[in-house]
């Protein structure tokens, strides 16, 4: 039996390609939660009127990789001191957001995010609510550094 978990780290290409490398990871798809507008494109997104994230939502075998080693990666792979931004990409639709599925993801998270700021100088922003609807993006957007080889080399 599998479990979900969705998380918000700013672009959700680099996101997902860490994901996947995981083993006890089944699935990872890109999308966007969070926000109000119902069925966005990446262009409503990229707009910042929706409210949404991008996000990847991980569909995981727990009894090979637990939530909170996802949670490691999670944190491993981005910089959860910078509000609504990631590097170069700024706005709320790249904001550091950890979605939770179930009361233990949310415990588990608020304890990994309290264990994760001792490794950080300035506060974590990360965003730690509910799950909403989750929209997948659209197909040019999964798993995009495998179609996309060079793309990984450029990106930020």
């Given at each position: 039996?599998?479990?979900?978990?969705?998380?918000?780290?700013?672009?959700?290409?680099?996101?997902?390609?860490e994901?996947?490398?995981?083993?006890?990871?089944?699935?990872?798809?890109?999308?966007?939660?969070?926000?109000?507008?119902?069925?966005?494109?990446?262009?409503?997104?990229?707009?910042?009127?929706?409210?949404?994230?991008?996000?990847?939502?991980?569909?995981?075998?727990?009894?090979?990789?637990?939530?909170?080693?996802?949670?490691?990666?999670f944190?491993?792979?981005?910089?959860?001191?910078?509000?609504?931004?990631?590097?170069?990409?700024?706005?709320?639709?790249?904001?550091?957001?950890?979605?939770?599925?179930?009361?233990?993801?949310?415990?588990?998270?608020?304890?990994?995010?309290?264990?994760?700021?001792?490794?950080?100088?300035k506060?974590?922003?990360?965003?730690?609510?509910?799950?909403?609807?989750?929209?997948?993006?659209?197909?040019?957007?999964?798993?995009?550094?495998?179609?996309?080889?060079?793309?990984?080399?450029?990106?930020?």
């Amino acid at each position: 039996m599998t479990e979900r978990g969705t998380f918000g780290a700013g672009c959700f290409w680099g996101v997902e390609a860490e994901f996947r490398k995981v083993e006890g990871v089944v699935e990872a798809a890109v999308g966007y939660s969070g926000g109000h507008t119902k069925d966005p494109s990446y262009g409503d997104v990229c707009s910042g009127a929706t409210g949404h994230a991008e996000v990847v939502e991980v569909e995981y075998d727990p009894s090979k990789v637990s939530y909170e080693e996802l949670l490691e990666i999670f944190w491993a792979n981005h910089d959860p001191t910078q509000l609504n931004r990631q590097g170069p990409d700024i706005g709320t639709q790249y904001r550091s957001a950890i979605f939770f599925h179930t009361p233990e993801q949310e415990a588990a998270a608020r304890a990994s995010k309290e264990k994760a700021q001792k490794r950080f100088e300035k506060p974590i922003v990360t965003e730690i609510i509910p799950i909403s609807e989750f929209y997948q993006a659209e197909e040019y957007h999964q798993r995009y550094f495998e179609k996309n080889r060079l793309a990984r080399f450029f990106s930020f």
